[in-house]
């Protein structure tokens, strides 16, 4: 007959015939064994919820956004400039100037690529200050946008006042009154006046190094009502970018 240290001694993990209940087996195995993470908890590659899309799909967005941007800044370059040349606003030389449109050949390049930068920098701004855009968010409202702005510039090369001022003063009416119709953001209106000066001490060192000229400057070496044209370009193509970046994922982040 089995004496008690006997038990005792079984019990603290020697060999015995009595096994423990299944139950406990599997609990045991649980509490050992990692449990394996939802997959609808987890992102794609592995990562946590909340990350967002795949970082290529994410990064294949962005590439569409800037090329479709970088396209609509050359195309308006290029007929904008046109108005510009016909009107003999802007003077190019002659050896700079290209067979396209009769314009010189880095304008488009040069608009397509701040196009790009301006469009991805506004929905990027409204989301980082928290306040994302929604006033008047559909593609109708934007092609109007486009086409008040090339009126404002259209304006600017042939209306006649009696002097720079009048202009100037009318077409930054009319550059405010698009932002308050389509935008009415404080990011659009501060990206807005910001891109609109940075442009305007660009464009007066290009002019003082004599890459082109402005027939009868009256702002240093440029027109004064160009600040105007940036401001509403900026304006226009914010709202270009938001509206492409509509649906699109969110950027990926690691945490």
């Known amino acids: 007959m089995p004496r008690l240290h006997d038990h005792l001694w079984s019990c603290a993990g020697a060999p015995t015939h009595l096994s423990p209940p299944r139950g406990m087996i599997a609990a045991a195995r649980r509490l050992q064994t990692p449990a ?7 992102g794609p590659r592995g990562g946590a919820a ?3 899309a795949r970082p290529g799909s994410w990064h294949h967005h962005l590439v569409q956004r800037s090329l479709v941007l970088f396209s609509v800044g050359v195309v308006l370059a290029l007929v904008l400039n046109l108005l510009q040349i016909q009107r003999n606003v802007t003077l190019f030389p002659d050896e700079v100037i290209a067979t396209i449109f009769s314009s010189a050949w880095w304008v488009p390049p040069c608009c397509g690529t701040a196009a790009a930068v301006v469009g991805l920098l506004y929905p990027c701004i409204d989301s980082h200050l928290g306040e994302p855009h929604k006033f008047k968010r559909e593609w109708a409202s934007v092609m109007r946008c486009i086409a008040v702005f090339v009126g404002i510039n259209h304006a600017s090369a042939k209306l006649d ?4 001022v009048q202009l100037s003063l009318t077409l930054a009416a009319l550059s ?3 932002w308050w119709t389509f935008d009415r953001s404080r990011s659009g209106l501060g990206l807005g006046i910001t891109i609109a000066f940075l442009a ?3 464009t ?3 002019v003082y190094n004599g890459v082109y000229q402005y027939t009868s400057p009256d702002f240093l070496y440029i027109r004064s009502w160009l600040p105007c ?3 509403s370009g900026g304006v226009t193509v914010g709202n270009i970018g938001r509206q492409l970046a509509m649906g699109v994922p969110e950027k990926p982040h690691s945490d």
């Open 161 to 164: 006042f009696a002097n720079n």
């Open 36 to 42: 394996a993470p939802d997959p609808a908890l987890r």
């Open 229 to 231: 044209i940036f401001f």
């Open 50 to 52: 909340g990350c967002g």
């Open 200 to 202: 305007t001490l660009i």
């Open 176 to 178: 405010l009154g698009l």
């Open 204 to 206: 007066q060192f290009l």
